[in-house]
């Protein structure tokens, strides 16, 4: 019942596949596939003009609608819609129900789920990946990579377990990729959305398959244990002298296969901290705001106390959580992936770039945190009068802005640069 609520009504899809207003046609089952192709193309966005095959690609400038249309543009480019005659019509509803059945929540949203499809086709396309799979693998990946947190609530698999919700009682471990993943394959039960219908049964398996794969592994916690696996394969593939060994080597093992797409999709999952530092810290605003709101009902809800990263209290420490989470997760990955392929390195730039960003802005709160604590170590040995003409208001303000417990009296968020806080 509630897939039927989220499904693309008839003006959604003509508000993209225009047929009426281009063919003046009533029915679409009037017209002729060629002419749909034809209408819809037309009107999907030039890759070029909106950097879509880039590693620094940015939705900030696009609509949610213009979204779905980017969306629809990748499919042409990998050449799946004619090779496996994928109805047109039947793709745009499928799209724009993926993107319906993201919620407005502050960071897993459509544009999240955007980005991580994109970031799938520019690692296949522009970092050469796609060597490695079949068309009908890379039509499977890119689609689970749009569907990855579809209907996601905007808290984590710790608060969904805490809370007793549902989806803890349905699933037992990765309680939200689950969800995710069922939702996806509940989409393609649905003839209408199901873009994969003109597949031979054998092939619709193997679709289903990776989407498995593929969507349980954007579960992070999952990351830690197949990292290592991951570098044995970029070891070996270091040490051939040629191209077509490496390609031999992986294809004919599709656990190797799997490993690789399952660290594909973390190095899409965590892609926005490899982006140009005007997106990333944005970006990064987003991910701690959903992040404070969980703590906010782990504090209401749960009567709990949030963790350090959860902490609205503590939002001052986000530069400094940045740095840690670039150094123990983010690192590793895009290294990795730059020296399995050096068409990826933009990514590594731009997370090093990043870690930059975030280090001096951590150092220089850590900095003022410093002078703060000295100032009420004079002030407690009574050394005031040495210091002079020091305004003490000032300080006593400063203090209770900077106190360690969190307390904070104002909520100006001087540490930060005034983008990231507005
Ligand atoms: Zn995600």
Not at 48 to 56: G, I, M, Q, R, S
Not at 60 to 75: A, M, N, S, V
Not at 106 to 133: A, E, I, S
Not at 346 to 361: A, H, T, V, Y
């Amino acid at each position: 019942m509630l897939m039927n609520q989220t499904k693309a009504t008839p003006d959604e899809i003509e508000s993209i596949l225009k047929f009426k207003e281009k063919l003046s046609i009533d029915v679409i089952e009037d017209c002729e596939e060629k002419q749909l192709v034809t209408i819809l193309e037309e009107d999907l966005p030039d890759p070029k003009a909106v950097d879509l095959c880039e590693f620094h690609f940015s939705d900030f400038p696009i609509t949610e609608h213009g979204l779905i249309k980017c969306g629809l543009r990748l499919f042409f480019e990998i050449n799946v819609v004619e090779k496996f005659k994928v109805p047109v019509e039947v793709l745009t509803r499928w799209m724009y129900t993926v993107r319906k059945g993201y919620r407005s929540v502050t960071y897993h949203n459509w544009r999240h789920g955007f980005n991580v499809g994109q970031t799938m086709f520019t690692l296949l396309m522009t970092g050469r990946l796609k060597k490695y799979y079949t068309d009908l693998e890379a039509f499977a990946m890119l689609a689970a990579a749009f569907c990855h947190d579809i209907d996601h609530r905007g808290t984590n698999n710790l608060y969904q377990m805490k809370s007793t919700s549902p989806l803890a009682k349905l699933h037992g471990s990765s309680i939200l990729e689950r969800h995710h993943l069922e939702y996806s394959k509940t989409l393609l039960q649905d003839e209408s959305l199901n873009i994969f219908q003109n597949l031979n049964k054998r092939q619709f398996e193997t679709v289903i398959h990776l989407f498995e794969v593929a969507i349980i592994a954007t579960d992070l916690a999952l990351y830690f244990k197949k990292r290592t696996m991951f570098q044995k394969i970029v070891d070996a593939c270091e040490k051939m002298e040629t191209e077509e060994e490496a390609i031999k080597y992986i294809t004919i093992d599709p656990t190797k296969k799997e490993i690789i797409m399952a660290m594909m999709m973390t190095a899409c999952d965590l892609s926005a901290i490899t982006k140009p530092w005007e997106v990333q810290s944005q970006v990064a605003l987003l991910v701690a705001s959903e992040f404070w709101e969980q703590g906010d009902l782990e504090r209401t809800v749960l009567q709990q106390q949030p963790i350090p990263m959860m902490d609205r209290n503590k939002k001052d420490e986000l530069p400094k959580l940045q740095v840690g989470f670039i150094d123990f997760v983010c690192t590793f990955v895009y290294k990795e992936f730059s020296r399995f392929h050096q068409e990826v390195t933009p990514m590594l730039n731009g997370l090093q770039n990043n870690r930059m960003e975030w280090k001096s802005l951590a150092d220089e709160y850590d900095a003022k945190v410093k002078v703060m604590e000295e100032e009420v170590k004079k002030q407690e040995e009574g050394n005031m009068t040495e210091k002079g003409a020091y305004d003490e208001r000032v300080v006593d303000k400063q203090l209770k802005r900077y106190s360690k417990d969190g307390e904070r009296v104002s909520n100006s968020t001087n540490e930060l640069p005034k983008h990231l806080t507005s």
